[in-house]
């Protein structure tokens, strides 16, 4: 059971920056990875960025070079830099955590309750 914190959403005007912050509380695996996907009204939800425990990083084409993720392993935090933000940026943005079990390679998936970002002028 892993349970996650969102904070850092809100209002913001296009061109400026906002940082997302999630905290894992509860039993955390050594294995894991943390990311943030975000989905808009009727959109599919969708990978912003992931940051696996070893430090490796994906992002989507749409915010490669204006986002940034990093974590903070002792503390179980991912954050989320959002620069430069675009009225598309607009979207619930989600937590994610997946866990990975070191013996048995059994992966475990944990949501957030989700952030609302509004980019708009």
């Known amino acids: 059971q892993v349970q996650l914190v969102e904070s850092g959403g809100g209002l913001v005007q296009p061109g400026g920056s906002l940082r997302l912050s999630c905290a894992a509380s509860?039993?955390?695996?050594?294995?894991?990875?943390m990311g943030w996907y975000r989905q808009a009204p009727g959109k599919q939800r969708e990978l912003v960025a992931v940051?696996?425990?070893?430090?490796?990083?994906n992002y989507a084409d749409s915010v490669k070079g204006r986002f940034t993720i990093s974590r903070d392993n002792a503390k179980n935090t991912v954050y989320l830099q959002m620069n430069n933000l675009k009225p598309e940026d607009t979207a619930v943005y989600y937590c994610?955590?997946?866990?990975?079990?070191?013996?048995?390679?059994?992966?475990?998936?944990?949501w957030g309750q989700g952030t609302q970002v509004t980019v708009s002028s």
């Open positions: 940051i696996s425990s070893g430090g490796s990083t």
């Open positions: 509860g039993t955390i695996f050594s294995i894991n990875a």
């Open positions: 994610s955590y997946r866990g990975t079990h070191e013996t048995t390679g059994w992966n475990y998936d944990y």
